[in-house]
């Protein structure tokens, strides 16, 4: 609410003008049957050998479900902040979250999971906002893809958190934004169905992160692994902590206080938020760190 501050008020204006301006930019993007994902529809030649189709285990790596997950969320945000009254971003969005229904579950649709989680997230968020606006459980179903693609993890490897089904997880391991994007996504999961083995494993991912693998400013993801979480107990202060790993982590303590209601979740969020993730931003919000080591002696880099 501007409440009349003139300033504040030409900065929102200038907002509008450019989300009406992109919008149908991006939407000029989306095939006519809801698939969005530039990098697949841009393929090269050369690049159509490696990635030969959607959905594919080639495809893993290229963010498919990373890039849909983010255009979901924008589509809630564009949504709440015209008051319903815009809607098409939100109907592209529904528009692509059916088609991944349609294609991605059990048989005889397909298995396949992302190589950065984000889809999960975005999915249960979705479905709980579509609940909201239409009603009548129209929204039911992208909880349950949700669900199917954190099942279908298994077979790949500790840095996308593939090594093992996501109900066998209880350390946290490898690159700790699709770490703490998965966890967040489980901790979605285990507040819908209240299933035992997800209810344990994001207990036991938190405990392992809060416990052993967590800095003193919140961040997490000690960089020595790929940008990722170390062993237990090891936090040098040369930290990665990238700040993408903060916005995550503030999305798995907020569902766990949502799942279990104890005010240390909320106190870590905050640690989290005030300092590895604001503290990121230099005060004029001009320039930031992309990794956050406690040691930084060095000028915050201008915005890429």
Request: negative net charge; contains cysteine.
């Amino acid at each position: 609410d501007a409440q009349g501050d003139r300033e504040i008020l030409d900065a929102q204006a200038r907002f509008r003008e450019t989300i009406d301006r992109w919008i149908p930019i991006v939407l000029s993007a989306q095939h006519p049957d809801g698939y969005l994902q530039t990098a697949f529809t841009l393929r090269t030649p050369e690049e159509k050998e490696r990635w030969p189709d959607r959905w594919t285990p080639e495809g893993r790596s290229r963010h498919e479900g990373y890039v849909a997950g983010y255009f979901i969320e924008s589509a809630i945000n564009h949504h709440v902040l015209t008051r319903g009254e815009d809607t098409r971003l939100y109907d592209a969005a529904k528009k692509l979250a059916d088609l991944w229904y349609d294609h991605i579950g059990p048989p005889p649709k397909q298995e396949w999971w992302d190589g950065h989680q984000e889809m999960e997230q975005a999915l249960v968020r979705f479905g709980h906002y579509v609940n909201d606006v239409e009603g009548g459980g129209a929204g039911d179903n992208y909880i349950e893809l949700a669900k199917f693609l954190l099942d279908c993890r298994e077979g790949g490897s500790r840095y996308d958190q593939s090594h093992l089904p996501v109900v066998e997880q209880y350390e946290a391991v490898g690159h700790a934004v699709r770490a703490v994007y998965q966890y967040s996504a489980m901790a979605d999961v285990a507040i819908e169905t209240h299933d035992t083995d997800y209810l344990s494993a994001v207990r036991s991912l938190n405990d392992s992160i809060v416990h052993r693998k967590y800095y003193i400013t919140g961040g997490v993801g000690s960089g020595e692994t790929s940008e990722g979480f170390g062993d237990d107990y090891s936090l040098p202060n040369d930290s990665y902590c990238e700040s993408c790993s903060s916005c995550g982590e503030l999305f798995f303590q907020s569902k766990m206080n949502r799942l279990y209601h104890h005010a240390q979740h909320a106190d870590l969020l905050e640690d989290t938020l005030y300092n590895a993730l604001l503290g990121s931003t230099d005060l004029e919000a001009r320039h930031y760190y992309y990794d956050n080591p406690l040691d930084t002696n060095i000028p915050r880099y201008a915005w890429n």
